[in-house]
């Protein structure tokens, strides 16, 4: 029956996209196309590329931390993402995202890229707010589509950190296409698009510079209503293992890191220079330096909690402070000062090491700590963010709480509000779909022998570096693997 819905499903596909495909190929003339600048334009496709590589930075990140025989099962959650979105998004996503439509979702005109083009401007001409006409002026609108879609790719992958090593592979592929469709779309049309409901383009106007509430907050309650659905591994608590790899935890951190600076210092779509008021600004510059500013406050915060109160300085924690602290400047990357983006980085490490705590108390199975980290990491950078944002960094945002406006901490606390309720229904109501139709687990069999073999059919490690249940002998007697 699978096989039929499958083979159904991919005529379909093809079908739909033969009408579509005229549109596509039918671009305009280059000659009347305005020029774009070069540099804006190769600086964007970098930073697309930068953040791209954050999806495997994520994949061996989350890949240390698991047992050996999970490892290639988790990496596929985060490279499977990069499939599935990747083609999702060209014929659908970006069109339900940012296409002109309602306060809530995006119009349909740009499906499979119809009318999605080389273009610079006027591609937003005729919905309003009337005066935005154009994304980026600078850049083809391509290239500002295909950025988006990087941001697409990584945010459900993020959410695979708290159903590892239990979801099975089928499951977790199609919760990765209707999450990305109804939960993603949504939440990055509202506050990024023309018209969105929260955003600075004539909607409340909350202030997220590089995805706080539609990356972070969205995949952090989403991995927790799916930690809660799917139910606790069946080695948890009592049987949970060390991580297997920590050295690729660290280098997922690093990758991290350093992609990180393509998601929030690409999100200024420029690197000009421009004016706010009497000062000269760099958007581009302004969040790059504040991103690896706050990245390391929060690694040194984790570093001095784990040495005063756990007596010894972790890696994983460096590497968990960091990508903490990454998460909580996210929002903030382009309306802050340098100073505040380390007060930013503190302030998120440390509420997040506690919430990291917490979450072992009530015994969630969220097994590499996705809301602790992302959800509760992006809800401090946006509060934070309504309390440090100034116009002298940013003309075209808001001031902030320390700045006089009071009103924009009410405003970040309704795009709060609303992403959880999003994020939180919809995936409860995604999942229990998925559980009645083909079902979320693994058998008890299969989540205990490994999902690698079990789930794709090969391994990660020969046995002689695996940690499957076996007898081997050592000068030190027997020593089960």
């Not at 929260?198 to 590089?210: R, V």
């Not at 998120?348 to 590499?368: G, N, P, R």
């Not at 079990?454 to 499957?468: A, I, K, L, M, V």
Request: charged share 10%.
């Amino acid at each position: 029956m699978l096989k039929k819905v499958v083979i159904i499903g991919a005529i379909t596909l093809l079908i739909l996209g033969v009408p579509l495909m005229g549109n596509a190929f039918a671009q305009t003339p280059a000659a009347t196309v305005p020029a774009a600048d070069t540099g804006d334009t190769a600086f964007m496709l970098i930073s697309a590329a930068l953040v791209l590589l954050m999806t495997p930075g994520l994949a061996f990140f989350y890949g240390g931390f698991v047992r050996s025989r999970n490892i290639l099962n988790t990496l596929m959650m985060s490279f499977v993402v990069m499939a599935i979105v990747g083609v999702t998004w060209i014929l659908w996503g970006y069109s339900l995202a940012f296409a002109p439509g309602l306060p809530f979702i995006g119009g349909l005109q740009w499906l499979g890229l119809n009318g999605v083009g080389l273009e610079i401007t006027d591609y937003l001409k005729g919905s309003n707010p009337a005066e935005t006409v154009s994304y980026a002026p600078t850049i083809p609108h391509q290239a500002y589509m295909i950025y988006q879609a990087m941001f697409a790719i990584i945010t459900p992958a993020l959410i695979s950190g708290a159903i590892v090593e239990r979801m099975s592979f089928r499951a977790y592929s199609l919760f990765v296409l209707l999450w990305s469709t109804f939960i993603y779309a949504p939440l990055a049309h509202m506050v990024w698009a023309k018209g969105g409901f929260l955003g600075l383009y004539g909607g409340l106007g909350a202030l997220d510079f590089a995805g706080g509430t539609v990356v972070h907050i969205s995949s952090g309650v989403s991995a927790l209503v799916a930690a809660l659905v799917l139910g606790p591994r069946k080695t948890h608590p009592d049987r949970l293992s060390p991580p297997h790899n920590v050295p690729f935890i660290l280098l997922g951190a690093g990758l991290l890191w350093f992609g990180w600076f393509g998601f929030n210092a690409g999100s200024a779509l420029s690197a000009a220079s421009g004016t706010s008021g009497n000062v000269v600004t760099n958007l581009a510059t302004t969040a790059f330096v504040a991103t690896n500013t706050a990245a390391a406050a929060a690694a040194l915060m984790w570093l001095i909690l784990e040495a005063v109160l756990r007596s010894k300085p972790t890696a994983v924690g460096a590497a968990t402070g960091a990508v903490a602290g990454l998460v909580g400047i996210t929002p903030a990357a382009g309306f802050v000062t340098p100073l505040s983006a380390i007060l930013i980085g503190f302030v998120t490490a440390f509420v997040c090491f506690y919430a990291v705590s917490f979450k072992h108390k009530l015994q969630i199975d969220d097994a590499l700590d996705t809301y602790p980290v992302h959800g509760v990491g992006g809800t401090v950078g946006a509060i934070l963010t309504a309390i440090f944002a100034t116009t002298q960094v940013n003309g075209g945002g808001k001031d902030g709480v320390l700045r006089g406006n009071f009103g924009e901490l009410g405003v970040e606390l309704v795009a709060i509000a609303v992403a959880y309720v999003i994020a939180g229904v919809g995936t409860w109501i995604i999942l229990k779909i998925i559980d009645a139709t083909v079902g979320l687990r693994v058998k008890e069999e299969a989540e205990l022998q490994g999902l690698d073999i079990n789930e794709h059919g090969e391994e990660g490690y020969n046995s002689e570096f695996g940690d499957s249940p076996i007898q081997t002998i050592s000068p030190f007697g027997n020593t089960e693997r």
